[in-house]
């Protein structure tokens, strides 16, 4: 538990330092290792240790939050500031409009998006596109994943214990995943899948008849790679 005026964490549901209401997640912060070239998620309270899991090097203070910036989306960003590729090779994240690129931030505006016309992006896209690998990418999600190790064990063990205790009230055949064929709600599948230990839950796709092809492709992947889930699909003409 954490109590959020103090900067404290307890065992209790108040704090017994100020008497305040404690929450149950303690917040993080993300801090850079310049020596493996990727982002630390701390807790708050750990913050003191300010060392690299991996390299043991000490970090320097990022941003509340980050997300990593895939090749597509790198290139897209390049394209608006005229220089296509020029970070290919290097650890891109990002926090709402502020990049990071190998942990020097740059701000992208709306401004930027406004420069060119849709038609020159798309042909820049493309003809960067082959280039454009996922070779460095990988390599830093890599480190990023085996750095963040124990924090990610202790999401996926805090929604683990959420999903079975929200399932709990009811009974097992009126528990769904409703998948739209997105990340989120891939995690998701997969965090109830094995919360409940139950290969065969159900999922329901709700088509909204406006989704992508890439997004019914993925659909039909996810069904072939789950054969033991049930899955539903729900036509939803009316969003449409
Ligand atoms: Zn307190
Ligand atoms: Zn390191």
Not at 144 to 156: D, G, H, L
């Amino acid at each position: 538990m954490w109590c959020r005026n103090c900067n404290h964490e307890t065992n209790g549901a108040k704090c017994e330092l100020c008497g305040n209401e404690t929450e149950p997640v303690i917040p993080t912060e993300v801090f850079w290792c310049d020596h493996c070239n990727i982002p630390i998620i701390k807790e708050v309270n750990d913050s003191k240790t300010k060392k690299c899991p991996l390299c043991q090097s000490d970090l320097n203070y990022l941003s509340a939050d980050i997300r990593p910036v895939f090749p597509e989306e790198r290139l897209l960003v390049e394209i608006l500031l005229d220089e296509p590729m020029k970070y290919h090779d290097q650890s891109v994240w990002a926090n709402n409009n502020r990049y990071y690129f190998n942990g020097k931030s740059k701000v992208i505006t709306t401004k930027y998006y406004k420069k060119y016309d849709p038609e020159y992006i798309i042909s820049e896209l493309e003809k960067y596109k082959k280039l454009n690998t996922y070779e460095y990418f990988d390599c830093f999600i890599s480190d990023f994943t085996k750095a963040n190790a124990q924090r990610n064990y202790y999401i996926i063990d805090e929604a683990h214990r959420f999903i079975r205790e929200e399932a709990s009230h009811y009974p097992t055949e009126s528990v769904v995943v409703s998948f739209s064929g997105g990340k989120d709600s891939t995690v998701t599948a997969d965090l109830a899948v094995k919360a409940l230990s139950e290969p065969s839950l159900v999922h329901i796709f709700g088509n909204t008849t406006l989704e992508f092809p890439t997004t019914l492709d993925y659909a039909e992947r996810f069904r072939a790679d789950n054969p033991k889930t049930i899955f539903r699909i729900a036509l939803n003409r009316e969003q449409g």
